[in-house]
């Protein structure tokens, strides 16, 4: 039996709004530590090891991952292309069926409602795979008051990720040597208790991993304890995902560096965006304008000397060197490889630019702390 977490300390008391995914019974029985909520479900945040010995881990070896809260919106029916081409400024026109796509969705103002996965099932058959944000109900409004021909819910999908060097050695011991073949951001098809399960080369790290899509929650404690007996000889360990490495990879987090003040623009996802858009999507005016207009901040990295930091829990403001405010850090981290802390953040042009010296405002420094911009991923 799965033993009880104590997460009084936390502030987080469950109850039937905080969804369990398959695989919380198993994160409890092997010593998870704490929980954030993403789509109203249970994330994993913190196991035995420190985050700085997990993410030497998970640079060596292997680790499991209960990331079910990343929720599927599935999308079906004879419209079902030409309604997730209307969500995307991202052309769609050359995916193929077993492709996975980043894209921006935005709003009526050119705002990030969400910056999901696509997986194309057939032309008729999508999954929007989430960040945390109420996508299925947005999907629901522009389906329904616009009269697409889709039918959209959430179906009973939980991924499962599997992440480090050692993710492919181990999955294709329980799955076959096809696994190796899998491309980055491709998915197939595994078989698991005489049901059909989707594989995607993929994963919220930049190690080489893999997201399994399980399909039947029934089914999510036998698939985990049958990675983790095969996982054993691989040093396997359960994880979540490491800020150090997020942060490192320039991956960026709805809610934090994501929502709906920022527009893909200002956020990397301008390669999705091009400025002779054929298609027709939500936000495509107000889109346009911002590209005629230009972008006033983007997403930087940030790096800086301090002892180091403590955790980024509200945004920490950005100075120009004459104590200008020209953004903000928005997650922050020391890195035991960079040997310095480093973060990511909204930064004002022209201040964004590669090499700019940066003034920091952090609790409990006694004075503003120097720092750089960087590009990203940190080198």
């Given at each position: 039996?799965?033993?009880?977490?104590?997460?009084?300390?936390?502030?987080?008391?469950?109850?039937?709004?905080?969804?369990?995914?398959?695989?919380?019974?198993?994160?409890?029985?092997?010593?998870?530590?704490?929980?954030?909520?993403?789509?109203?479900?249970?994330?994993?945040?913190?196991?035995?090891?420190?985050?700085?010995?997990?993410?030497?881990?998970?640079?060596?070896?292997?680790?499991?991952?209960?990331?079910?809260?990343?929720?599927?919106?599935?999308?079906?029916?004879?419209?079902?292309?030409?309604?997730?081409?209307?969500?995307?400024?991202?052309?769609?026109?050359?995916?193929?069926?077993?492709?996975?796509?980043y894209i921006p969705l935005i709003d009526e103002n050119g705002g990030m409602v969400n910056d999901p996965v696509l997986l194309k099932h057939s032309e008729t058959h999508y999954w929007l795979s989430i960040a945390?944000?109420?996508?299925?109900?947005w999907a629901k409004g522009l389906a329904v008051g616009l009269k697409f021909n889709v039918s959209i819910k959430e179906p009973d999908v939980w991924p499962l990720a599997i992440q480090g060097p050692l993710a492919?050695?181990?999955?294709?011991?329980?799955?076959?040597?096809?696994?190796?073949?899998?491309?980055?951001?491709?998915?197939?098809?595994?078989?698991?208790?005489?049901?059909?399960?989707?594989?995607?080369?993929?994963?919220?790290?930049?190690?080489?991993?893999?997201?399994?899509?399980?399909?039947?929650?029934?089914?999510?404690?036998?698939?985990?304890?049958?990675?983790?007996?095969?996982?054993?000889?691989?040093?396997?360990?359960?994880?979540?995902?490491?800020?150090?490495?997020?942060?490192?990879?320039?991956?960026?987090?709805?809610?934090?560096?994501?929502?709906?003040?920022?527009?893909?623009?200002?956020?990397?996802?301008?390669?999705?965006?091009?400025?002779?858009?054929?298609?027709?999507?939500?936000?495509?005016?107000?889109?346009?304008?911002?590209?005629?207009?230009?972008?006033?901040?983007?997403?930087?990295?940030?790096?800086?000397?301090?002892?180091?930091?403590?955790?980024?829990?509200?945004?920490?403001?950005?100075?120009?060197?004459?104590?200008?405010?020209?953004?903000?850090?928005?997650?922050?981290?020391?890195?035991?490889?960079?040997?310095?802390?480093?973060?990511?953040?909204?930064?004002?042009?022209?201040?964004?630019?590669?090499?700019?010296?940066?003034?920091?405002?952090?609790?409990?420094?006694?004075?503003?702390v120097k720092g750089m911009v960087s590009n990203l991923p940190f080198q």
């Open positions: 039996m799965a033993k009880e977490v104590n997460l009084k300390q936390d502030g987080l008391n469950f109850s039937r709004r905080l969804r369990r995914t398959p695989f919380t019974s198993s994160v409890e029985k092997y010593g998870v530590k704490g929980f954030s909520v993403v789509n109203h479900a249970l994330l994993p945040k913190a196991f035995s090891r420190s985050i700085e010995e997990d993410y030497w881990h998970l640079r060596s070896a292997v680790q499991i991952w209960d990331v079910g809260v990343q929720r599927q919106v599935e999308i079906m029916g004879p419209d079902a292309s030409k309604f997730v081409q209307y969500m995307t400024p991202r052309s769609l026109e050359k995916m193929k069926v077993g492709n996975c796509y945390d944000s109420d996508v299925l109900l492919k050695d181990l999955l294709s011991e329980v799955f076959g040597d096809f696994i190796n073949d899998i491309k980055f951001f491709k998915f197939s098809k595994i078989q698991f208790e005489g049901s059909t399960q989707i594989i995607a080369r993929s994963g919220y790290s930049k190690q080489d991993g893999f997201e399994i899509y399980l399909q039947g929650f029934d089914l999510g404690e036998r698939l985990w304890e049958l990675l983790w007996k095969k996982g054993e000889k691989y040093n396997i360990a359960p994880g979540c995902p490491n800020l150090i490495d997020r942060i490192e990879a320039g991956l960026l987090s709805y809610g934090n560096e994501i929502t709906l003040d920022t527009s893909p623009l200002e956020v990397g996802m301008e390669k999705f965006c091009n400025p002779d858009f054929l298609h027709d999507f939500v936000g495509k005016t107000a889109l346009r304008k911002l590209q005629e207009k230009g972008v006033t901040r983007k997403i930087k990295g940030i790096i800086f000397d301090i002892p180091p930091c403590p955790p980024c829990t509200q945004p920490w403001s950005i100075y120009s060197e004459n104590k200008i405010k020209m953004g903000q850090i928005t997650s922050a981290v020391f890195s035991p490889r960079i040997k310095k802390n480093i973060g990511l953040g909204l930064v004002d042009e022209p201040l964004w630019k590669n090499g700019s010296t940066v003034l920091i405002e952090i609790p409990m420094a006694k004075s503003l």
